[in-house]
Structures are given as structure tokens and as C-alpha cells.
């Protein structure tokens, strides 16, 4: 469908032309980084015509499948940028590959997401042209960081990049969303973090494919044998996202570029086996369907609070709470009748 003939919006108001987004599409699938960026701006656009837009996008976009979805985690300073930027470039220059970077920032969001924030400092990648690089804010809106973010990685898959990695903050929120939005994820631990398996929550363990010891060189090295041997035993008895994979501890050194060609291996062998074993097929369809969910879910809650009846209705009752004279499950029983 053209898109100009779907939203009249589209006709630019100042100049009554209609807009050039419609060519975005086929400037994003000649592999422009250009377009890939405004096209992800628009994700990020509040105006509901820029929305919609992207909603036009993303429906014709049909590079799904064609790239591999990678999200790299752990706490802040562990080295992810780092180890996108030594991965990242080993995978251009001895795969052939195009690699994308989203990286989650949730300072961004305040800056508008427009300058490359510190989670985005991965020096050689930036400025080799078969990398794309992009902070992504991580809002608190309608879908939160899933909504733009699942836009962007459809969007730089359409542009022709095949591994995506999307950087995530090692804590909260985010971090579980993003696990719905990637194949992989690899896990980053500091070599002492042996010391404090207890503080690693047990959800996210459940979730990662790949751990990944970074900074094991030098002096480093003896703890981080230690915590492998550690982690190897807990993630024996620990069930992870995949039924019947042995979950692998390796160590690198993302500074000196140790163990990155091994993990690579190690991601790359997983790949094959879940797409043979059609894991990888039916957890992209899951992911989706959650998906659908988590918008019914907020748009449900939207609409619910922005309902002038319930919010009338929450005032009322939440004092009747307050003064005793009404119980709390009775109280919101009554403010959702006012819910049509
Ligand atoms: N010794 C050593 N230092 C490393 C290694 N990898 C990263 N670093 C250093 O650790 C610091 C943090 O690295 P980043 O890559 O920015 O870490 P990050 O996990 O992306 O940090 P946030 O984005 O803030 O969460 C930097 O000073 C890196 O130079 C490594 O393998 N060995
Ligand atoms: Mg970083």
C-alpha cells in the first residue's frame, strides 16, 4: 500500500507536498544508514502521524529471520560496550558481517537520544561502515523500551544488518524486556563475581544462553577460573531458556580481545542448533504474542486512567478507603463500574 494515500497527514502542512517518508522505506532497504537513523527517530516521535509512519514501515519490512538478534547484559562497567566493539569488529572483518548497535540508555531519554551517550562508546566500531550504532531511551511511556526498540531492530534488519546486538542495562526493568526481544543473550560477569553468585538474581540466570566471564587477563585470571568452575556447576542444576542445551562459561578479555573468537563460536553454534531445532522460530513467535499482550496491557491500563469517570471514581473511594469505611477490594470494584 502507499503509505501517502493511508494517513492525509502526510501531506507536509507548510509546503502541501506530500512527504518524502514514503522513499525511506527503499533508502533503508539499499542499506542507508541515514535512513535507518530517521527511521528510528520516528520511533521515538510522540506525534501519532510519525507513529504511524513506522507502523506503515515495519508492516513491509520482510528481512525477518536474515539476522541474528543478540543482547549482551550485566551490571554497568563489565565491559559490554567494549566487548560489542571488539565482537563487533571481528565479525565484520572475518565474517563478512554488518552489525548493528542498539544500546539501551536510560540517560538518553532526557537528552532525547540524539547524542552518543557513554553506553555507546565503542570507539573502533563507530567508525567502521559496516556498523551502525544507536542509544536507544529507554522511556516509560506506552510499550516502554519494547515498543521503540522492537521497531529498531526490525528496522536495521530491513537495512541489511545482520547481527543485531542490543545493549541492555545490567538492572531492572529493561533488562526482562529485552530478553523478549533477542535470540541470544550472553551474559557478562566480572572474574570475582564467584564471591556473589547470591546477588545475581535467579531470573536472570534462567534467561541467558551464554555467560561470559570478561576481563579475565592478568591478575584477573585465577578468580575467573574460579568462578567458572563455579558458574559451570550452578548452571547444571539451573534450567536455562533452551531444553537440553548445555549452557557454556567461557572467559575473555574484551580489552586484549582474548575469547572473543570463542565466543563467537559458541553463539554461532547455538544459532545453528536453534534454528535447526525450530527454537528459535517459535520463540520469535512467542516473543510476538507477548508482545500483544504487553500493548493490550497498556492500552487497557491507558485507557483506563485516562477515563474521567474512573479517575472521579478513584477519588472517591480511595477516600473511603482512607477513612475506613470501605474495604480496598471493594472500593476498586466499584471504581471499575464506572470503567465503560
Ligand atoms: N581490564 C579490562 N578492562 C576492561 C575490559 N573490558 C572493558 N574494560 C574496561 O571497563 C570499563 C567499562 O567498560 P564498558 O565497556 O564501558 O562497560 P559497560 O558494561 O558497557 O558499561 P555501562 O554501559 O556503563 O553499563 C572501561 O574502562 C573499559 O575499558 C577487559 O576485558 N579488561
Ligand atoms: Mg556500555
Known amino acids: 500500500m502507499d503509505i501517502s494515500s ?65 543482547g549482551i547484559t550485566g551490571v554497568p562497567g563489565v565491559g559490554k ?10 565479525l565484520i572483518r572475518e565474517k563478512n558481517k554488518k552489525v548493528a548497535v542498539l544500546a539501551v540508555d536510560p540517560s538518553s531519554g ?13 570507539e573502533k566500531l563507530v567508525l567502521n561502515d559496516s556498523a551502525y550504532i544507536r542509544p536507544i531511551p529507554s522511556r516509560k ?21 545482520d547481527v543485531v546486538f542490543v545493549e541492555t542495562v545490567g538492572v531492572g526493568q529493561s533488562e526482562t524486556e529485552v530478553s523478549q526481544l533477542v535470540d541470544i543473550i550472553v551474559f557478562l560477569l566480572l572474574p570475582n563475581s564467584g564471591d556473589d553468585l547470591q546477588g545475581i538474581k535467579r531470573g536472570i540466570m534462567e534467561e541467558v544462553h ?27 542444576i539451573m534450567p536455562g531458556p533452551v531444553e537440553g542445551e548445555k549452557r557454556e562459561v567461557l572467559l575473555c578479555s574484551a580489552q586484549d580481545g582474548n575469547g572473543i573468537k ?18 528459535l522460530r517459535e520463540n520469535r513467535k512467542l516473543q510476538k504474542v507477548n508482545r500483544l499482550q504487553y500493548y493490550l496491557d497498556s492500552l487497557l491500563r491507558d485507557s483506563f486512567y485516562h477515563n474521567s469517570n474512573v479517575s472521579d471514581a478513584i477519588a472517591k473511594y480511595t477516600k473511603e478507603v482512607e477513612l475506613g469505611k470501605m474495604d480496598a477490594y471493594n472500593a476498586a470494584l466499584e471504581i471499575f463500574k464506572n470503567f465503560k
Open 262 to 279: 570463542e565466543l563467537w563460536e559458541s553463539i554461532s553454534g547455538l544459532q545453528n542448533r536453534i534454528e535447526k531445532s525450530a527454537w
Open 81 to 90: 560496550s567494549t566487548f560489542i566493539d571488539q565482537l563487533g569488529n571481528y
Open 141 to 161: 511511556e506506552l510499550g516502554g523500551v519494547t515498543s521503540g526498540l522492537s521497531d529498531a531492530i526490525v528496522l536495521a534488519e530491513e537495512a541489511g544488518f
Open 210 to 236: 551464554i555467560v561470559a566471564i570478561n576481563k579475565s587477563e592478568g591478575e584477573n585470571l585465577p578468580s575467573a577460573k574460579k568462578t567458572k568452575m563455579l558458574l559451570d556447576t550452578v548452571l547444571q
Open 6 to 70: 493511508f494517513n492525509p497527514d502526510f501531506r507536509n502542512k507548510e509546503s502541501g507536498r506530500i512527504s518524502q517518508r514514503p522513499d525511506l522505506l527503499s533508502e533503508l532497504q539499499k542499506g542507508s544508514k541515514q535512513a535507518l537513523a530517521k527511521a528510528i527517530t520516528l520511533t521515538e516521535s510522540t506525534r501519532p502521524e510519525d507513529r504511524q509512519v513506522v507502523r506503515e514501515i515495519v508492516q513491509q519490512c520482510n528481512h525477518e529471520g536474515k539476522s541474528i538478534r543478540i
Open 110 to 122: 532526557r537528552s532525547g537520544g540524539s547524542i552518543l551517550g557513554d553506553k555507546t562508546r565503542m
